[in-house]
């Protein structure tokens, strides 16, 4: 099985970074297309007519959010989130370092349809050699006059800035991104109002990710049915999926959506390593309900079979563990990311995330009970739903997942811990006994 | 004042020399030219002035090596806002170092993909390379968006893996001398993951 280059074709290429590069695939042929002869609401058709799905995490229709924004005379915004965070996620590093103009056409024309005069790209501040080519391509392209003033000659105008983060999980939410965008801290904002319809500066405002946007200029050039010839009927379309963890391959691999789980992870990762078996898998990034292998190697990969499986694509990620890691260690590593990256706004979030990354030292130390196991899913129960934003639903997730699906495995190292924590205590308490 | 016992829980790092709450005076701060060139120059780029914090903050770390209460108070200046808002702002994010850290930067992904592969390993043998060296940070962190590479590490700002831990002190050494970091393992040289020839852990090549 072969990967099928859409969103990455010619991305082998080192030329295809610089604007003449890009030109000589034909790019930027669209957004002169698109500035000099469609209307809005053309692009809008096409892009809700093809299914685009945002490729974030969430899932959710891309024209189907712009057309949620208002019309009118007022002051809209686009911004492109880059905040790739998400352990296991790294496919929008290597479209954007590969690849920046098709992003920036991408946000050109999709500007059209949100009707935005000013951009921006919220670039993870970790990410500075991403951001230094984006600021290059983003020059480049003023020079060219695809962005700024009377683009193409059609008397829109584009203001595209990149904005570097400085380090934050949360602001990959969209509403802290906007906060941190605003200059302030990153704390998610109550929805609603949602950002279609107050967002950035209090203006409407369109957020999608690198590689929905990275979409846009194929769609409008190709067509909706062309997009759809690609991937499912749910999930249209081709999806940049990054493989890491116990694989030989691990790298950004471009596929339809809906090929086997399988295909993915053992033919073009290269399956697990020497003498491995691979046990379990994150499918959409560390935030997705693990899956073990007997569930989820044979599912299609697409949107809504990980669904049905009680999981989530999300953003595209796979994390494979194989039989060497054990699962209640895993579910601490997984929790302290969200421990540390909770911005302590919401107190389930805050709390929780706290006393689960206790009570599964506890469990790795042997001093927790079978009954610990219960009350850490019942924390899990108790954060799901109740913040302003799902980053405590995403530790809850994986980790009420992995403390039900392996509970044995909980059981067995507490079993095994506690029997380290006698055998030094025993000493101590024959010389207390015969004293 | 001189009298009362200081509890270093309030008082650690940072007393600061005049009210937070005053937006202070261009005059009164001492603002290098430059600095606040570049502070205009992006109050520009934005509908709203505030929107250059981050990026005001980003210019102060870079020019002292790190957001310093006289750098903060001389951006806040320039962006007429307080000290106080700023130094919020700057306290919230992991990149922004509110107290002296070394100007050689280096930080170990310690996350899932990473902890698979041996990143505990991989810090371990960072912090040991650094071991009384000032100017060099090392620290372990979240998820650094380069899975397919792991264990790495970022090093000044670039991106470095998979790495061996016996790797660490030659990195060191290089970035001390000043030469080109690891060049065989930057990930900027990499192909992509469906183009590199037969990789891995396993050993059939």
Not at chain 2, 28 to 35: G, M, R, T, Y
Not at chain 2, 69 to 82: D, H, L
Not at chain 2, 143 to 148: H, N, Q, R, S
């Amino acid at each position: 099985m072969a990967e099928t280059r859409v969103l990455l074709k010619h991305a082998e290429d080192p030329a295809l970074r610089t604007i003449e590069g890009y030109k000589g695939y034909d790019g930027y042929a669209t957004l002169e297309r698109a500035y000099r002869e469609m209307e809005a609401d053309e692009i809008l058709k096409e892009l809700e007519d093809s299914g685009l799905r945002g490729r974030g995490g969430a899932g959710f229709s891309m024209g189907k959010k712009a057309s949620f924004l208002p019309r009118g005379e007022m002051a809209k915004y686009l911004c492109c989130n880059a905040d790739e965070s998400e352990p296991g996620a790294f496919k929008d590093r290597e479209l954007m370092q590969r690849n920046p103009h098709q992003l920036i056409e991408g946000i050109a024309i999709a500007a059209i349809a949100a009707d935005a005069g000013h951009a921006f790209i919220f670039i993870r501040g970790e990410y500075d050699a991403q951001a230094d080519i984006l600021d290059a391509a983003v020059a480049e392209a003023y020079e060219a006059g695809y962005l700024g003033t009377d683009i193409c000659g059609s008397r829109r105008d584009l203001e595209l800035v990149v904005h570097r983060g400085a380090g934050a999980y949360i602001c990959g939410e969209e509403t802290a991104l906007l906060d941190a965008l605003e200059g302030k801290r990153g704390n998610p904002r109550l929805k609603p109002p949602f950002p279609a319809v107050q967002g950035l500066y209090g203006g409407p405002t369109l957020i999608n990710n690198v590689e929905t946007l990275s979409n846009v200029p194929r769609i409008v050039a190709h067509g909706a049915d062309w997009f759809r010839g690609y991937g499912t009927e749910q999930s249209p379309g081709t999806k940049v999926v990054s493989v890491s963890g116990g694989v030989r391959r691990p790298g950004n691999y471009e596929v339809e959506l809906g090929i086997p789980t399988r295909e993915l992870i053992c033919d073009l990762a290269g399956g697990p390593l020497e003498g491995r078996e691979i046990k379990a898998f994150y499918p959409g990034g560390s935030s997705a309900p693990v899956l073990t292998a007997e569930e989820g190697l044979d599912l299609p990969y697409s949107f809504e079979a990980m669904a049905e499986a009680g999981s989530m694509l999300g953003s595209g990620s796979i994390i494979v563990a194989d039989d060497c890691v054990s699962i209640p260690h895993m579910a601490l590593r997984t929790a302290r990311f969200y421990h540390h990256e909770s911005c302590g706004k919401c107190t389930p979030c805050r709390e929780g995330t706290n006393w689960t990354v206790k009570m599964l030292e506890r469990v790795v130390r042997g001093e927790a009970t079978p009954m610990d196991l219960d009350i850490i899913s019942s924390v899990q129960d108790n954060i799901m739903g109740h913040c302003l934003c799902v980053l405590g639903d995403s530790m809850a997730m994986p980790v009420s997942a992995m403390v039900k699906k392996f509970r044995a495995e909980f059981e067995a190292v507490m079993d095994e811990a506690s029997e380290r924590f006698a055998a030094v205590q025993a000493p101590a308490e024959t010389l207390g006994a015969a004293t | 004042m001189a009298d009362f016992p200081v509890d270093p829980a309030v008082s650690q790092g940072r007393v600061p020399e005049r009210s937070p709450e005053l937006v202070p005076e261009l005059h009164e701060v001492e603002c290098p030219a430059e600095l606040r060139e570049q502070i205009e120059t992006l109050m520009g780029r934005y509908p709203d002035r505030h929107s250059v914090s981050i990026p005001a903050l980003w210019a102060v770390q870079r020019l002292y090596g790190w957001c310093t209460p006289e750098g903060i108070r001389q951006a806040a200046a320039v962006m007429r806002v307080t000290p106080a808002y700023l130094e919020s702002v700057a306290s919230f994010y992991d990149l922004l170092h509110t107290e002296p850290v070394g100007s050689h930067k280096i930080a170990v992904c310690t996350n899932i993909s990473c902890w698979m592969r041996g990143g505990d390993e991989l810090l371990d043998a960072f912090r040991a390379a650094a071991e009384g060296q000032d100017d060099v940070l090392v620290s372990g962190f979240e998820c650094l968006g380069a899975c397919d590479i792991a264990p790495m590490a970022s090093i000044g700002e670039r991106y470095f893996g998979p790495l061996e831990p016996g790797e660490a002190q030659t990195a060191i050494d290089q970035l001390l001398a000043g030469d080109d970091v690891l060049p065989g393992k930057a990930l900027e040289k990499r192909p992509l993951a469906g183009d590199a020839p037969s990789v891995g852990g396993g050993g059939d090549g």
